[in-house]
């Protein structure tokens, strides 16, 4: 009778198995699965243990569902950047711009008529002719809106 040398078979054995530290959906319905087939059929899970079981596998299931609902979402809010300042078409801006020839710097202020977008940085269009990025904008007016005097 030939014996079958346990050593041989560990031995071609992957030794480089790591542990998934994530315990997906698919993963705990295999071991779900897994424990009820293996159960004693004279003794079964307690009715207990499989509901809480089944609880503990909907809210993984609803954490999963929210977590791709987040991730929905903060991709939404990483809209264009034209979008995100579009509000600031009509508004005044005031920047400071640096002369070119003399190197002086002074402020202007102008009306945005356009946004537009530049290596994901929101450029103001400015009825003055000018470009600023919306991060240089010191400060924002709207002419619409004229201020009342204290009486």
């Known amino acids: 009778m030939n014996k079958i040398d346990p050593s041989l078979y560990l031995s071609n054995q992957s030794i480089d198995r790591t542990p998934n530290p994530n315990l997906g959906k698919d993963e705990f319905i295999k071991i779900l699965m897994t424990q009820l087939q293996n159960q004693d059929p004279l003794n079964p899970m307690d009715d207990k ?10 809210q993984l299931e609803q954490m ?3 977590a791709r609902s987040i991730d929905m979402l903060v991709e939404n809010q990483l809209v264009s950047p034209v979008i995100q300042y579009s509000h600031m078409i ?13 190197g002086e710097k002074k402020i202007v202020t102008s009306t ?13 269009e400015l009825e003055n002719g000018e470009e600023v990025y919306a991060d240089g ?13 204290d009486e």
């Open 90 to 102: 009509g508004k005044e801006v005031t920047y400071q711009m640096e002369d070119e020839e003399t």
């Open 137 to 149: 904008v010191m400060k924002v007016n709207d002419p619409k809106k004229e201020e009342t005097p």
């Open 64 to 66: 999963m569902y929210m």
């Open 112 to 124: 945005v008529i356009a946004v537009s977008q530049k290596d994901g940085w929101a450029i103001l």
């Open 49 to 58: 243990e499989f509901i809480a079981q089944m609880a503990t596998f909907s």
